[in-house]
């Protein structure tokens, strides 16, 4: 009898238990597709700090340079694959004005896990697998690199924030630079007494005087040759070429002596078209007064001067999509958690779409936002930055950032029905330039600006080198009737 009773009552509690239990709000368990957005933040920060870890350090090894190239790419492409999922998620749950559990608001990436399950999003289910697929067999191979990473001497101290990196050291040209240090540091052969050139070719403003800039000041560089010259095509002298490279020219770095064998760097900036016979005078003369182990670097917006190299022309191209978003969001949003601000966030996300990959539009952009980090502000900032690009579509039949790579008119600011003020070109100085004009973007912001005719503004002062100011000239234009 007391076994029939215990049964019994074992029996009884564990249907109470489980009518409890059906009652109760049921309790989210981890699914795979859950697990997977945890794997990739957490996967995303280990390479993270392999990154910054391999970025302060002189890597003489292409491979690894390549190796590390490879897990930056994909550094990139899995955290905007990770804030696209985030901000889609917020997007659906605003657009459906879901209610919210205790049990799922605990987690940053619960709108994300049910965004999973829409049968409408299962695209980027397959790309957060990919990237997952990707970075896992990436860091497989990564053992070793970590282990040899220590073998190289530091770069510079490592920043407090990634903010701080990215706003005082250039981004995303790492293989690049390592590329044409070991052009420079290349032996040539003294009996052929040939003068290396390696041509640098890209569009305006995708940022080849930054990256020659942080080349002629790295320490390398500086010890290997006894002067480093940065000449533009005006200051070339046609009627006495041996001069160009003994007396013109800005002088970037100055060795303690100097001989008719010293080696020296000489960069020559082209801002139009170079025939071709014009140049082969240019190197002949080089050729013979230059000393051993001398080397040019020439940088134009023609693919021309590709033809001018003695080793393959390095083309810059802007950053991709995933590279861009990764830059502008850091700038935009600084030591600032992007994750708690998902509204912002996807604010940002189609600014940077919409931005061409620019450089001094990023800069510009989040400077600006930086300083009202509200949503209404923001979106009011998105829907003016729109309206300039389709006010530019409809008047000049481009976006204007191509506009201004092109050097044409473009259309910044309407000041009423019939009177606009247009950028009519766009120029380039140095930062201590005394041309720099004193009237800049934030006046035309602020409604401050009154003037009329043509003027310069300055539009954005750069902070890393070679700390060139970007200035365009403007002028006031009424619609043709």
């Known amino acids: ?32 597709e859950g697990t997977r957005l945890h794997d990739l933040q957490r996967l995303l920060l280990r390479v993270g700090v392999i990154v910054e870890e391999a970025e302060g350090r002189y890597i003489t090894n292409s491979l690894m340079a390549y190796q590390l190239n490879m897990l930056r790419k994909e550094m990139y492409r899995g955290y905007l694959t990770l804030d696209n999922l985030r901000i889609h998620a917020n997007e659906e749950l605003k657009a459906k004005d879901h209610d919210v559990s205790n049990s799922f608001s605990l987690s940053k990436f619960n709108a994300a896990k049910r965004l999973f399950y829409s049968d409408g999003n299962k695209h980027m289910e397959k790309d957060i697998h990919q990237v997952l697929d990707n970075l896992n067999n990436i860091m497989v191979d990564m053992s070793e690199f970590v282990t040899t990473l220590s073998n190289y001497p530091p770069l510079y101290r490592q920043p407090y924030s990634m903010h701080f990196y990215v706003g005082k050291c250039m981004f995303g040209r790492q293989m690049e630079v390592d590329r044409v240090i070991g052009f420079l540091m290349q032996t040539e052969n003294p009996i052929m007494k040939n003068v290396g050139v390696l041509p640098i070719v890209g569009p305006a403003f995708v940022g080849k005087s930054t990256l020659v800039a942080h080349i002629y000041n790295d320490e390398r560089v500086c010890n290997h040759f006894s002067r480093i010259v940065v000449l ?3 200051e070339i002298n046609y009627e006495n070429l041996q001069a160009t490279f003994k007396d013109s020219g800005l002088t970037m770095h100055q060795g303690n002596a100097l001989g008719h064998n010293d080696r020296l760097l000489t960069i ?7 025939d071709e016979v014009v140049w082969n005078m240019l190197y002949s003369s080089a ?15 023609s693919d021309r001067i590709i033809n001018f190299g003695t080793t393959q022309a390095l083309v810059l191209n802007f950053l991709p999509l995933e590279a861009y978003w ?32 620019s450089f001094v539009a990023a800069n510009i952009s989040s400077g600006f936002l930086r300083n009202n980090l509200t949503v209404e502000y923001w979106t009011m900032q998105l829907t003016v930055f729109r309206a300039y690009i389709q006010r530019n579509i ?46 800049t973007v934030d006046d035309l912001r602020s409604g401050s600006l009154k003037c009329e005719g043509e003027f310069d503004m300055l539009l954005w002062k750069s902070h890393i080198l070679p700390f060139k100011s970007y200035v365009v000239r403007c002028m006031t234009q009424r619609k043709v009737q």
């Not at 050729?287 to 917006?301: A, D, E, H, Q, W």
């Open 326 to 357: 990764y830059f502008f969001k850091i700038l935009t949003f600084g030591s600032v958690d992007s994750n708690d601000h998902p509204e912002l966030e996807s604010i940002a996300m189609n600014m940077a779409r919409e931005m061409n990959g």
């Open 268 to 274: 020559v900036e082209f801002s139009e078209d170079v």
């Open 287 to 301: 050729s013979s007064c230059l000393g051993t182990g001398s080397k040019i670097i020439v940088t134009s917006r």
């Open 1 to 32: 009898m007391a076994a029939f009773l215990n049964a019994l009552m074992s029996d009884v509690a564990n249907r109470i238990v489980a009518f409890l239990m059906d009652k109760l709000p049921k309790v989210s368990r981890p699914t795979t």
């Open 394 to 439: 409809a008047l000049f039949g481009e976006h204007p950032y191509a506009l201004l790579r092109k050097n044409k008119h473009t259309c910044c600011s309407i000041y009423s029905n019939d009177r606009f003020l247009v950028y009519s070109q766009h120029l380039t100085c140095l930062a201590n330039d005394n041309n720099v004009p004193a009237i």
């Open 232 to 234: 533009t095509g005006d």
